[in-house]
């Protein structure tokens, strides 16, 4: 049973943008804390935004400023922004939902910013 969906990865010209989204079940949605990771080739999995207690969010301090992690609730689906990318964005990304129980990952969606 597929919990999180990703969507939205490509190719992209450096300076672009694109726009991820990740559709999930209503009681993951509900229920547990969702942010988007990325893994880049021969690197470590790393956090790039999530939605933190009280509704905030944080960023990884390499995408400030240019990527935005927002919600839909009437859909049960998150997004990340990602404006002016540049070749280090390039990556899969992962959709990945937390609570004090375990969590879930998505199947992952590739970017890739190249010229």
């Known amino acids: 049973q597929v919990q999180l969906v990703e969507s939205g990865g490509g190719l992209v010209q450096p300076g672009g943008s694109l726009r991820l989204s990740c559709a999930a079940s209503?009681?993951?949605?509900?229920?547990?804390?969702m942010a988007w990771y990325r893994q880049a080739p021969g690197r470590q999995r790393e956090l790039v935004a999530g939605?933190?207690?009280?509704?905030?969010?944080n960023y990884a301090d390499s995408v400030k400023g240019r990527f935005t992690i927002s919600r839909d609730n009437a859909k049960n689906t998150v997004y990340l922004q990602m404006n002016s990318l540049k070749s280090e964005d390039t990556a899969v990304y992962y959709c990945?939902?937390?609570?004090?129980?375990?969590?879930?990952w998505g199947q992952g969606t590739q970017v890739t910013v190249s010229s």
């Open positions: 939605f933190i207690s009280g509704g905030g969010t």
């Open positions: 209503r009681s993951i949605f509900v229920n547990y804390g």
């Open positions: 990945n939902a937390l609570s004090r129980t375990g969590g879930y």
